[in-house]
């Protein structure tokens, strides 16, 4: 099974503040990678796949990057909507695994 | 508008069974391979099964295999999991999911496995 390793697991962060977020896959996963926002009590949305490429209507502040393990999600301004919790996921090959999750929360 | 809908779930007693439900609306779900994905309380989320197209390809993940069946109706454009022999710690929120990188989710609907 690929193991997903998320960090930091959380962090504090002031809004206009910039937010990098790293993922490590145990092995290769070309790019097949996704990331999501979640909100207490809500669906996680997906803000990027394969990757890089933005979901539809997700802002243009979320970009990620990477290829094989190493991956990020960065928020380039951070806004007050933007206090969640972000998950990676591999969807290369099964089982799909996620990271363990980032929780962004106000300074 | 895509949507996803899930019902079905419930108060269940340890070694019972549930019946999720998934109906789809807003694209057409024969064209996706469709999964359901699971968070238990206070947890992450954990990805339970997935299914092809057409219903010839399924994966589990170890802890479901055996007990958890996926399936579909594309003509219903709806998604299932049946849960069978159900444990204490399957209890969590059930969400269906589009594709493989997930780019549509619905809203979750909460199982949970007590006596």
């Known amino acids: 099974d690929i193991q997903m390793t998320q960090s930091p697991s959380s962090l504090s962060a002031s809004v206009g503040d910039r937010v990098t977020i790293t993922c490590r896959a145990s092995?290769?996963?070309?790019?097949?990678l996704a990331w999501f926002q979640q909100k207490p009590g809500k669906a996680p949305k997906s803000l990027i796949y394969?990757?890089?490429s933005l979901q539809s209507g997700v802002p243009s502040k979320f970009s990620g990057s990477g290829s094989g393990t190493d991956f990020t999600l960065t928020i380039s301004s951070l806004q007050p909507e933007d206090f969640a919790t972000y998950y990676c996921?591999?969807?290369?090959?099964?089982?799909?695994?996620f990271g363990g999750g980032t929780k962004v929360e106000v300074k | 508008e895509v949507q996803l809908v899930e019902s079905g779930g419930g108060l269940v007693q340890p070694g019972g069974s549930l019946r999720l439900s998934c109906a789809v609306s807003?694209?057409?779900?024969?064209?996706?391979?469709m999964s359901w994905v699971r968070q238990a309380p206070g947890k992450g989320l954990a990805w339970v099964a997935t299914?092809?197209?057409?219903?010839?390809?399924?994966y589990y993940v170890d802890s479901v295999k055996g007990r958890f069946t996926i399936s579909r109706d594309n003509a219903k454009n709806s998604l299932y999991l049946q849960m069978n022999s159900l444990r204490v710690e399957d209890t969590a929120v059930y969400y269906c999911?589009?594709?493989?990188?997930?780019?549509?989710w619905g809203q979750g609907t909460l199982v949970t496995v007590s006596s």
């Open positions: 807003g694209f057409t779900s024969s064209r996706y391979w």
């Open positions: 999911t589009r594709e493989g990188s997930g780019d549509y």
């Open positions: 996921q591999q969807y290369s090959s099964y089982p799909l695994t």
């Open positions: 092995q290769g996963i070309s790019n097949s």
């Open positions: 394969a990757a890089s």
């Open positions: 299914i092809k197209q057409d219903g010839s390809e399924k």
